[in-house]
């Protein structure tokens, strides 16, 4: 009877034990394609033109319902910016051939990250500053998951990107 018992049950424990992490490369594809249908706003300069939000050095009240409006996206990609696994099966044997076209797409998500710590910054919420910082770390390990001297690259200018804020660190001390 025990024996019927650990039959039916360690299959279960076994699968349990060696189920793989979800990949994040699968989350970040998906997210893209959302990300690049939303509608993204522009601000009005001061000097007349429109730029991109991520561009505003100023934060005033509509600065900061920009970065509200997106918070459900700015939430998705900390939580995927989270994730440990992140393997983009890249096609190395295409040579120079190989397209990694979610190296572009990152970029863009870690300004909108960083557009949410500087507006953190600004209302004087350090740990949720940090937070973004923390989710830009996230985004630049999976930049360097690929044996790509792009990669490298990428991944350098993204950690550039997420510590050029020292205020965040400065603050974080204190």
Request: contains cysteine; aromatic residues 10%; glycine residues 4%.
């Amino acid at each position: 009877m025990l024996g019927m018992v650990l039959a039916t049950i360690l299959p279960c424990i076994v699968s349990f034990c060696f189920v793989e992490p979800p990949n994040a490369a699968d989350a970040w594809r998906d997210f893209f394609v959302e990300f690049s249908n939303y509608d993204f706003p522009s601000i009005e300069h001061e000097d007349g033109f429109e730029m991109l939000y991520y561009e505003n050095e100023e934060w005033s009240d509509a600065s900061h319902a920009i970065r509200v409006q997106l918070t459900p996206l700015i939430e998705r990609a900390r939580s995927i910016a989270s994730s440990e696994q992140c393997d983009w099966q890249l096609e190395y044997s295409q040579g120079l051939d190989l397209l990694v076209p979610h190296f572009g797409h990152m970029r863009e998500v870690q300004k909108m990250l960083h557009y949410s710590m500087r507006g953190e910054l600004d209302l004087g919420n350090t740990s949720a500053a940090l937070t973004e910082m923390n989710a830009m770390i996230g985004i630049t390990q999976h930049s360097a998951e690929s044996d790509l001297l792009i990669g490298s690259l990428v991944a350098h200018s993204s950690f550039k990107l997420a510590t050029s804020d020292t205020t965040v660190i400065d603050s974080a001390t204190e």
